[in-house]
């Protein structure tokens, strides 16, 4: 499920080359240790009714990944019959997932509350690198198309698409705690799960601010087909962007150098005159401590997000 998480994201898999390099190795005896512990596995999902639970997603992506092992690239004339039945249950957990998602999408075009997402997170969990079951969650709920033959290379300093981690995503709008009169302004949104999700979980209105107009494409699509009005997203390079509505800027390391400097000397000019945040995720962080105009709230912790206030 990994797999298509950063597929999803745009990003290429790092499980399955290596999964396919071990089965190449394997003799006949190693397939048939497979096909039993496959077995074994089968049976042991096959008896936890409590999979099927809508809620118990976290479990369902676990055995799913589980299970994935074993199907991608398996031999399946060792054990066709086990194989088969594992491709079922792969698919039954999916189509709870999908289910999920559906009963999901559906409250939040009708208005649902923040919790509707918010009460899935665990807020101590906002540590690391790596994606989770968080991240199944919200690409099943935002639902973003494929981006397309269309993405330009980035120029020098620009740094390449990764989303941030959802319970990452979910940590920031804890911790800035926003409210409706704040503007949540991402510099380099990618496909927008930032100001897609605060949109959802916050009073606030969000903005998305990215170079690449197929993830702009994408961004509104998701948008759009969840009914929500408080995000926008624009095609812009952060260099050239009008912050002046933002109340709180993110960025998970969108550029570094000259271009980081040009987007802190802006970010800057807009601080001389009200307050602002400013949160960052990523190698950028500790370039963006350094800045003596910025306050960091909070113990600096680099495995998560480093909130910041402008110093008046
Ligand atoms: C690491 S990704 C972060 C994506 C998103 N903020 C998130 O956390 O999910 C960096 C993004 O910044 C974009 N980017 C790079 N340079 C940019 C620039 N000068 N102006 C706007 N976007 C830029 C890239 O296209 C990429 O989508």
Redesign the pocket.
């Known amino acids: 499920m990994l797999c298509c998480v950063l597929a999803s994201s745009g990003l290429p898999s790092h499980h399955a080359p290596n999964f396919l390099h071990c089965v190449g190795h394997l003799n006949g005896g190693s397939f048939r240790g497979m096909t039993g512990a496959l077995r074994s596995l089968v049976e042991e999902l096959e008896q936890d009714r409590s999979l099927d639970e809508p809620d118990r997603l976290c479990r369902r992506v676990e055995a799913l990944d589980r299970l994935e092992a074993y199907l991608i690239g398996g031999n399946e004339s060792n054990g066709a019959g086990i194989h088969h039945r594992a491709r079922a249950l792969y698919t039954r957990l999916e189509a709870a997932n999908s289910e999920l998602f559906r009963a999901i999408r559906d409250e939040i075009q009708r208005g649902a509350g923040p919790d509707i997402l918010l009460r899935r997170h665990d807020a101590g969990r906002a540590r690391g690198e790596g994606y989770d079951y968080l991240d199944e969650l919200i690409i099943g709920v935002l639902q973003f198309g494929e981006p397309g033959a269309g993405v330009v290379p ?2 020098a ?8 981690p959802a319970r990452h ?1 979910f940590d920031l709008i804890g911790r800035t705690a926003l409210t409706e009169r704040d503007v949540l302004v ?9 100001p897609l999700l605060a949109s959802i979980c916050t009073s606030a209105r969000t903005i ?5 107009s197929a ?1 702009i494409d994408c961004a509104r699509q998701s948008a759009q087909g969840l009914n929500l009005n408080n995000v926008t997203f624009l095609q ?4 050239t ?1 009008d912050l002046s509505v933002g109340t709180v800027f ?6 570094i150098g000259t ?1 980081l400097r040009a ?1 802190l000397d802006s970010l800057r000019r807009e601080a001389a005159s009200r307050e602002i945040r400013i949160c960052t ?2 190698p950028c962080t500790p370039t963006i401590a350094e800045e003596q105009w910025l306050e960091a709230i909070g113990a600096s912790d680099a495995d998560r997000i480093a909130v910041f206030c402008s110093r008046n």
């Open positions: 980035l120029g300093e620009m740094v390449f698409y990764q989303p941030t995503i991402d510099l380099g949104s990618g496909l927008g799960h930032v998305g601010i990215e170079l690449e993830y812009q390079d952060a260099r962007a993110y960025l998970y390391t969108p550029f271009i987007v995720f990523g």
